[in-house]
Nanobody, 126 residues
Framework: QAQLVESGGGLVQAGGSLRLSCVAS????????MGWFRQAPGKEREFVAA????????YYGDSVKGRFTISRDNAKTTIYLQMDNLKLEDTALYYC???????????????????WGQGTQVTVSS
């Protein structure tokens, strides 16, 4: 089974940038759908971005379109989340997630992902 480890979070001023990384232990990493989710205190887990398993197409939540970019390096079994123009409302615990068989219409649903990392904290200040 896949194990996921996130890194790259930290404290950044509004308007700044961070790049998150998620390393997967699974050798067949390239066959998995990979996603990023985030959760702030008192709020539901929110879809951020994902790469679909079949075609490698990318998808983004409305709140981050144009600012965040998801990418993958299959040789390193790693996905990245480049976050630019960070806003105060981006403050959250960011999770990496993976699944082998979810369908495209379910790509934004946290309950459809079988594997999760421990999370990495992103805090945006003014």
């Amino acid at each position: 089974q896949a194990q996921l480890v996130e890194s790259g979070g930290g404290l950044v001023q509004a308007g700044g940038s961070l790049r998150l990384s998620c390393v997967a232990s699974e050798r067949t990493f390239s066959t998995y759908t990979m996603g990023w989710f985030r959760q702030a205190p008192g709020k539901e887990r929110e879809f951020v971005a994902a790469i679909f398993r079949t075609y490698g197409r990318t998808y983004y939540g409305d709140s981050v379109k144009g600012r965040f970019t998801i990418s993958r390096d299959n040789a390193k079994t790693t996905i990245y989340l480049q976050m630019d123009n960070l806003k105060l409302e981006d403050t959250a615990l960011y999770y990496c997630a993976a699944d082998r068989g979810l369908i495209l219409s379910s790509i934004q649903r946290p309950d459809q992902y079988d594997y999760w990392g421990q999370g990495t904290q992103v805090t945006v200040s003014s």
